[in-house]
């Protein structure tokens, strides 16, 4: 039946925010080297890494059918593992300008596009059918540059490690409007594995 009051509507849904994993020397901001990482292997870290990204945030019960979404340059595909690759509700698009779907042979890559704007594209598209749990960044230093300065950014979790490897992959400046999240639970935690010391921070604006 008609009615002559005010017809009220949803309010827009705000764009989903990304999170930005990487880790760097603390002195040089080096983040690989010949396509590996600069530093020896640090378990502890990998593990943080990997239960970050790989980790539903969602508690609703659909939560398994949401994607956490992965984006990546070629590079950082390419030195990531099978597990990594494969994990459970993880699906990455690609951001390369010389390859298509058909290069990657995995089911759990959703798109190869051109550029970080389109790989956004897909992410706003996929939240607007409520398709996602989470997204983050991955990779490698011209999709970190352009996702420091994309108004979707969330939060950067940065491993701080704190001695300098021959690097030829940088970690891109970043300005004083990003703050150390104070109430992080590994603040102030320094670990030390193979004669390397690092500490998780993480910031926000």
């Known amino acids: 039946m008609p009615t002559n009051g005010p017809v009220e509507c949803a309010a827009p849904k705000e764009p989903i925010k990304f999170d930005i ?6 002195g040089n901001r080096g983040i690989g080297y010949k396509m590996k990482l600069p530093w020896p292997s640090l378990k502890q ?4 890494y990997t239960t970050c990204v790989s980790t539903l945030r969602s508690q609703s019960r659909d939560a398994g059918n949401k ?9 950082t595909w390419l030195v990531a593992g099978e597990a990594e690759r494969n994990a459970p509700n993880v699906y990455t698009i690609i951001v390369s300008t010389t390859w298509t ?39 490698g230093a011209s999709i970190y540059e352009e996702a420091l300065r994309h108004p979707q950014f969330g939060r950067l979790f940065l491993t701080h ?22 109430n992080h639970p590994n603040k102030g935690k320094i670990m030390e594995e193979n004669g390397v010391k690092y500490e998780f921070k993480i910031y926000s604006k």
């Open 21 to 26: 994993m990487a880790a760097m020397c603390d």
């Open 45 to 48: 870290d990998y593990e943080y």
């Open 67 to 75: 994607k956490i979404i992965q984006i990546r340059g070629r590079k």
């Open 101 to 139: 779907e058909k290069d990657c042979n995995s089911p759990n890559v959703l798109k190869v596009v051109q550029t970080f704007q389109a790989a956004m594209s897909e992410v706003n598209q996929l939240d607007n059918q409520n398709e996602v749990d989470s997204v983050w960044i991955m990779g």
């Open 161 to 182: 490690v704190y001695k300098d490897f021959p690097s030829d992959a940088f970690f891109p400046q970043f300005d004083d409007s990003f703050k150390e999240v104070q």
